[in-house]
């Protein structure tokens, strides 16, 4: 099991950049392939991107395609989200989840979420 914390979320005007962090618990933190989702309101949860358990094989939706960037560090039991060139439509709630079967999910674990506000 893993617990999953994020941070990082803000205020930013539109071109500009975040990077939200999430930290894991648990000894187990480097099987686990890795996401970011977020939840816009009135929106249904969509998966942003996802990392696998060596940072190998990574997913991207095409909406963020070429200006996020997911990483992860195994011993820091950590994996950030790099969001650069932020559009409004990008404003949402971030949260990181865990899974061990693939890069698309289904996800177990999730963190409590962080708020991102992209003011035009």
């Known amino acids: 099991q893993v617990q999953l914390g994020e941070s990082g979320g803000g205020l930013v005007q539109a071109g500009g950049s975040l990077r939200l962090s999430c930290a894991a618990s648990g000894r187990t933190f480097s099987s686990y392939t890795m996401g970011w989702f977020r939840q816009a309101p009135g929106k249904e949860r969509e998966l942003v991107t996802a990392?696998?358990?060596?940072?190998?094989?990574?997913y991207y939706a095409d909406s963020v395609k070429g200006r996020f960037t997911i990483s992860r560090d195994n011993a820091k039991n950590a994996v950030y989200l790099q969001m650069n060139s932020l559009k409004p439509e990008d404003t949402a709630v971030y949260y990181c989840a865990a899974n061990r079967i693939r890069l698309t999910g289904p996800y177990d674990y999730w963190g409590q979420g962080t708020q991102v506000t992209v003011s035009s």
């Open positions: 990392i696998s358990w060596n940072g190998g094989s990574t």
